[in-house]
């Protein structure tokens, strides 16, 4: 018996399912080139097979009630057929009685499932995996429908609204005003004129800003999402999510004020390596890099610089009589009387014991004398250093071209030396 007897053999021969025409009882009478395709035999094997040949054998005590009723009605199933190689694969079998002589023959149509089966495993995993990133991220996605100026409805919200936010998903997408009541009144009005000027397919909205829960709780939250392709006549539409950034805002608080803290202490670190302990002018090492800086600025650009360099008459006579601590308080209160004398941009620094020095930019020689003068002036009317009977001498030096900081010092103390040897009091140049 052949497919013709019933319909075209050409018909049969485009059909892309598998077609088998068997008994009642089950044996094959003719397979078209899609069914010996599929199981993998010749025409003559196939011709001596029975469907418990290509049933799996946990089916086949479903034969024959899997496709024979009586009825002539059309029968569909899915179950799993066998190849010749002995692999199995899952199948629909659709089956119909059709009258034949003085009984009936099954026509039989197998489709073969596996691609099916595995796109539909597919989209199961791809739900699974779904359904676990959504439950273990430590935030919420979401589905929003805007309307603008914080108006709108989530249509959409995964898991974990609840533990984010204090509110669950049905109240996020049944009430409108639920999420923008959590957010904090400060942050409210640049949210809100954020979300309202944010527009445009593809376009990425984010912020930062802080919800307080039904419960009392304040958190910072991290919202993200982007347009999806708009639609004539239809509201926009933004797929995102929320991200608890709570403990990192805190974090990034606490270095924020570890780096302030450094910042000060680095500051008063510099500002001690920069002054001397027991008067607070500048230290050696620090006036040495200011009279450097000063130097190289009006070697670039041209300029007048002086220095003016003084040292305590009688100090040792103090400390020997009276002690170093008397001493100190000699080496103070002259540093108070230099301060004060300075004009603005003077730099003055302790070189060392009882010597000090000035760094005046744009003044010249003259201009230092006369400063001197003042310092020696103010010694002299000073009752607690007359009282030591402690005096200062002063000398005087002008920067001259490719003069480095220590050929302006060098010239400068020996002025002062010169003051020294004729009894101190006074200045040089």
């Known amino acids: 018996m052949k497919f013709d007897e019933f319909v075209s053999a050409d018909l049969f021969g485009r059909l892309g399912d598998a077609l088998i025409l068997m008994t009642t009882e089950g044996r094959f009478l003719d397979a078209n080139a899609a069914a010996l395709d599929l199981y993998g035999y010749s025409r003559e094997e196939m011709l001596a097979l029975g469907v418990n040949d290509i049933r799996a054998a946990r089916f086949r005590e479903q034969v024959p009630a899997a496709f024979r009723d009586g009825s002539g009605r059309l029968r569909r199933f899915e179950t799993e057929h066998v190849r010749k190689d002995g692999s199995t694969f899952p199948v629909e079998v659709r089956t ?35 359904d676990n990133i959504a439950a273990t991220i430590p935030g919420v996605l979401y589905e929003y429908v805007s309307k603008g100026a914080g108006r709108g409805l989530f249509t959409f919200v995964g898991p974990g609204s609840f533990e984010l936010l204090g509110i669950d998903e049905f109240e996020m997408q049944t009430d409108e005003e ?6 904090h009144p400060d942050d409210l009005d640049w949210v809100l004129a954020e979300d309202d000027a944010i527009e445009g397919e593809g376009v990425t909205f984010h912020i930062d800003c802080r919800i307080i829960t039904p419960a009392g709780e304040l958190k910072w939250i991290y919202m993200t999402s982007r347009q999806l392709p708009s639609r004539p006549n239809h509201p926009d539409v933004w797929c995102g999510f929320m991200l608890d950034i709570t403990e990192r805002k805190l974090a990034e608080e606490r270095l924020l004020r570890r780096d302030q803290e450094m910042a000060r ?76 004398e300075c004009l603005s941009g003077f730099v003055c620094g302790r070189i060392g014991g009882d010597e000090f020095s000035v760094v005046l930019p744009g003044e010249d020689a003259e201009s230092g004398h006369a ?40 010239r400068a103390d020996v002025a002062l030396y010169s003051s020294k040897r004729v009894g101190g009091d006074t200045v040089n140049r």
């Not at 639920?178 to 957010?183: D, E, Q």
């Open 96 to 130: 119909i009685e059709v009258p034949h002589g003085d009984g009936f023959v099954v026509l039989c149509d197998a489709r073969d499932l596996t691609r099916h089966h595995e796109t539909e495993a597919s989209l199961e995993r791809s739900h699974a995996r779904f």
């Open 178 to 183: 639920a999420f923008w009541r959590l957010i």
């Open 265 to 340: 202490l680095n500051a008063e670190l510099a500002r001690v390596a920069a002054s001397d302990a027991l008067t607070g002018l500048a230290s050696r090492r620090h006036f040495y890099d200011v009279l450097d800086r000063e130097i190289a600025e009006i070697d670039r650009h041209d300029g007048l610089l002086c220095v003016v360099s003084f040292d305590l008459d009688g100090l040792k006579r103090v400390n020997d009589t009276q002690g170093h601590g008397a001493g100190d308080e000699v080496l103070v209160i002259f540093a108070r009387i230099l301060e004060a």
């Open 371 to 410: 400063f001197a003068d003042r310092v020696i002036k103010a010694v002299r009317s000073c009752s607690n250093l007359s009282a030591a009977t402690v005096t200062v001498s002063g000398g005087v030096a002008q920067w001259t071209p490719d003069s480095k900081s220590d050929d302006l010092l060098r």
